[in-house]
């Protein structure tokens, strides 16, 4: 499997290419802004990869260097050129029946999750309301694609994401409250793949608590686990012309499996979901973090002030 990654080491922007091994150091590659969006329109995800290597300046950097931060894969450097999006009740778990091939196309669920930037990376906290009611970790495929000029998506590749959210208040209301329950942070790998969406990744979720795993599961994802096919979700989505925005980068959350909660687990304040994914030798951790910050009103704050 190829992969590339990227990071910011010393102020500048860098890229490198397959895993890392474990305590090696980092051979990285300065990458001029644009040059690997350029790449994948020009010649598709596996043209990331010579993108990278043509570069003859590289600097070594030990994989615990306080200066060195990974990037979520190819996030532009503007705030608002990325958006997050997720499918929702795509497993085959979630469906009575299995599909038929033959029937008329009828999409997923589906909503906007947030920015790029607002992505977190590995080991950074996943916060998330003081009000919430009962959390769900999401181990998901998430698929890349940047637009060209013209707001064609080009695929880039995939990697693996957390979708973390408030399982407990969306069934107070499914029909309308699912947005409110999506407000958790969402986490993902730097490693980008550079191959077709995977038909299978499986590994296993730990959440751990105190030091000590508290909970665990095995878990798979990927084509074939979903009740419909990649295709048909990425095409009908992109049927849409906000998506296809000139420039834009949209990371396709594909949707989890049933996870802790269906289990009747309940992850509290301070527990660390960790998704290893064995079959593609990576490994997606974060400490989750309850933000106890009372609500403010800044109507009602403003009103107030006004009358004074």
Same mark, same amino acid.
């Given at each position: ?17 397959? @895993? ?15 040059? @690997? ?19 003859? =300046? ?16 190819? @996030? ?6 990325? @958006? ?7 497993? /085959? ?44 970790? =999401? ?32 069934? /107070? ?58 295709? *048909? ?11 296809? /925005? ?10 989890? *499996? ?10 509290? *304040? ?39």
């Amino acid at each position: 499997m190829s992969v590339i990654f990227e990071c910011e080491y010393q102020g500048r922007r860098y890229a490198g290419l397959d @895993l890392p091994p474990p305590g090696a150091r980092l051979r990285l590659h300065p990458v001029p802004d644009g040059r @690997l969006h350029e790449a994948v329109i020009a010649g598709g995800p596996h043209a990331l990869k010579e993108a990278v290597a043509q570069s003859s =300046e590289t600097v070594l950097v030990a994989a615990d260097d306080p200066q060195l931060r990974y990037l979520p894969p190819l @996030l532009p450097t503007g705030t608002e050129g990325s @958006l997050v999006t997720g499918f929702m009740g795509t497993h /085959r778990s979630k469906h009575p029946e299995d599909p038929d091939p033959d029937a008329e196309f009828r999409p997923p669920n589906w909503l906007i999750k947030a920015m790029g930037s607002w992505l977190r990376l590995p080991d950074e906290p996943l916060t998330v309301s003081a009000s919430t009611v009962a959390l769900l970790e =999401e181990p998901e495929v998430a698929l890349v694609f940047i637009n060209d000029d013209i707001g064609d998506p080009h695929y880039a590749g995939y990697t693996f994401a957390n979708d973390l959210n408030d399982i407990g208040f969306h069934l /107070r209301n499914p029909w309308g409250w699912t947005p409110y329950s999506k407000l958790c942070d969402t986490s993902i790998t730097p490693w980008l793949f550079l191959d077709e969406p995977p038909r299978t990744a499986a590994g296993k979720i730990v959440v751990e608590r105190g030091g000590a795993a508290a909970w665990e599961v095995p878990f798979a994802c990927g084509a074939d686990a979903l009740f419909y096919r990649i295709a *048909d979700m990425v095409d009908h989505l992109f049927s849409h012309p906000g998506l296809r /925005r000139p420039g834009l980068v949209n990371y396709l959350l594909l949707g989890s *499996d049933k996870a802790s909660y269906h289990a009747g687990h309940r992850l509290e *304040d301070g527990d660390r979901v960790r998704i290893d994914v064995t079959s593609h030798g990576v490994v997606l951790s974060n400490p989750v973090v309850w933000d106890r910050r009372p609500g403010t009103s800044v109507v009602a704050e403003r009103a107030a002030a006004a009358a004074v």
